[in-house]
């Protein structure tokens, strides 16, 4: 079966810290950048953090730069999400996706998608909850 699986999700204090993985199955992630999402309660769909396939570079926006950590292993086909110094305003369902290295001309191009082109994604995962809350 073809798909992105999170885990790694909780509930974390502020300035806590948490991974969130990615897991593909049924495909491999070698051609495809990998992109983090996150939903809060009531906001649209935002894009978090994104990895290209080759290189590993990455792009983050700018609430999270310096706090967030975005890696690959595409030997283990997984991709992590390593998130520091939380804050409450960081309490969200966090997805991962894919799209084709290919059709994208840069890693910050899946990132920065608006909301209503998010259906041409290759593939969505389900969700990890993440709140952040003392």
């Known amino acids: 079966q073809v798909q992105l699986v999170e885990s790694g999700g909780g509930l974390v204090q502020p300035g806590g810290s948490l991974r969130l993985s990615c897991a593909a199955s049924g495909f491999t992630l070698d051609d495809y950048i990998i992109g983090w999402f996150r939903q809060a309660p009531g906001k649209e769909r935002e894009g978090v953090s994104c990895i290209g396939n080759n290189d590993g570079s990455t792009y983050y926006v700018d609430s999270v730069k310096g706090r967030f950590t975005m890696s690959r292993d595409n030997a283990k086909n997984v991709v992590y999400l390593q998130m520091n110094s939380l804050k409450p305003e960081d309490t969200a369902v966090y997805y991962c996706?894919?799209?084709?290295?290919?059709?994208?001309?840069?890693?910050?191009?899946?990132?920065?998608?608006?909301?209503?082109?998010?259906?041409?994604?290759?593939?969505w995962g389900k969700g990890t909850l993440v709140t952040v809350s003392s």
């Open positions: 996706s894919a799209v084709l290295a290919a059709v994208l001309r840069s890693v910050r191009d899946m990132c920065v998608v608006p909301p209503k082109y998010y259906y041409g994604m290759d593939y």
